[in-house]
């Protein structure tokens, strides 16, 4: 019998490659050397998809990078053939921020109003100085609000205020924003094809913008908001002044617009109007460079999950892309999770056989958190044994 294995994170506890792995072992305690077992860690685009990428044959390769307040850390992206892979949190994500810039733990204004994706531009040049040509952005859990303006920095253009005089990093910088010189601006991203793997529909600006949307995560309180959205709102300007003429067919204008150009703090919005990037759903993104679909053909039994799954995971995250996948080639699948808030009809009606969850073994939190690798072995013996006590005469209930 073969089972194929294709979690996301659990996030807080355990990597894709571990919760796999957890499974793994838990699925031969029961069943021996009589399954093959394929594990496929994926995600939706945002943070794990590094993690997905090399456990789908991309090869690590990491730079000096700036984190989100500036400082060099050692950062990571994969490459395979032409392509490669960056995940925006390995350089700018909330996880990376100094400790200086947080209040009880969390964020706060300095964070928000001072973050960069300067890092992430700099993982995109490392691809070019590395041959690639087709990069993948996967953008999620950073701590920029800054309009890609860093990322952009990161491949060679400058931020000038009135003076001449280049803007210090983050959002909140670019109210003072003159205009920008591209004069060095990376040639070779006129070779180099962009996909930006997100989920994020909202545009740049206003209620539904990077600020007012997703700012407060970041540390920003409702002066921060108004700030960042003002200096977004700049940016666009100056931008559009750049492009020219300015008008409402403006480029930048379009840019701002679109659906995606708030994702990552409105990195969506510069990979757009400047890289010329394609948006597409994280986790089709995921599920192509990691060939599931080929992957899984002649599967038995496919087993994702993820750490929550509820009515958010409804909207695309990946275990429903898996559970696609899945049923378009008839195979059964079924869930593992931390925890789930779905009712038995929106289990089946999102194409699982079952659903196992972490607290139906342990109802604390807080041990699951901590524990869930042994967990995931005990529920991964679980359904082992039902696999074992199958009648193959049946379906696979699992």
């Known amino acids: 019998m073969r089972i194929v294995i294709a979690p996301d994170k659990f996030k807080g506890s355990l990597s894709a490659p571990d919760v796999a792995r957890h499974l793994a072992n838990g699925l031969h305690a029961a069943c021996g050397s009589s399954l093959e077992i394929t594990e496929i860690p994926v995600a939706d685009g945002g943070e794990g998809t590094l993690d997905a990428a090399v456990g789908s044959g991309f090869t690590r390769r990491s730079t000096m990078a700036a984190g989100p307040d500036g400082s060099p850390i050692r950062a990571e992206y994969a490459v395979r053939g032409h392509e490669a892979v960056i995940e925006m949190a390995a350089a700018s994500g909330l996880d990376l921020l100094s400790p200086d810039v947080l209040v009880n733990g969390k964020p706060g204004s300095t964070a928000a109003l001072t973050s960069t994706s300067l890092g992430t531009g700099q993982l995109i040049r490392s691809a070019l100085d590395a041959g690639r040509r087709h990069i993948t952005l996967g953008v999620g859990g950073s701590a920029n609000t800054d309009g890609g303006a860093g990322l952009l920095q990161g491949l060679g253009a400058r931020f000038l205020d009135a003076d001449g005089d280049e803007l210090p990093l983050g959002g909140a910088a670019l109210a003072r924003l003159d205009r920008i010189d591209f004069s060095g601006l990376d040639l070779r991203l006129d070779e180099a094809r962009f996909v930006l793997a997100s989920d994020v529909d909202n545009s740049l600006l206003g209620a539904e913008g990077a600020a007012a949307v997703f700012g407060p995560q970041k540390g ?179």
């Open 220 to 398: 920003a309180n409702p002066e921060d908001v108004a700030v960042l959205d003002a200096a977004l709102a700049r940016f666009v300007e100056v931008l559009a002044a750049e492009f020219g003429p300015v008008g409402p067919d403006n480029r930048a204008f379009r840019a701002a617009n679109a659906p995606g150009a708030g994702a990552a703090g409105g990195v969506g919005f510069a990979a757009i109007a400047v890289l010329a990037a394609s948006r597409k759903p994280g986790i089709d993104v995921v599920l192509e460079f990691t060939k599931l679909a080929e992957r899984i053909a002649g599967a038995d039994l496919v087993i994702t999950g993820e750490g929550s799954l509820d009515e958010q995971s409804l909207l695309g995250k990946t275990p429903m892309g898996v559970a696609r996948a899945a049923g378009a080639a008839g195979i059964p699948v079924v869930a593992v999770c931390g925890r789930t808030t779905l009712t038995r009809d929106q289990q089946e009606q999102s194409g699982f056989r079952s659903v196992h969850a972490l607290t139906d073994r342990e109802s604390n939190i807080d041990t699951c958190i901590a524990e869930a690798g042994r967990l995931l072995e005990e529920l991964g013996q679980h359904i082992g044994v039902n696999l074992v006590a199958a009648d193959p005469k049946e379906p696979l209930n699992v």
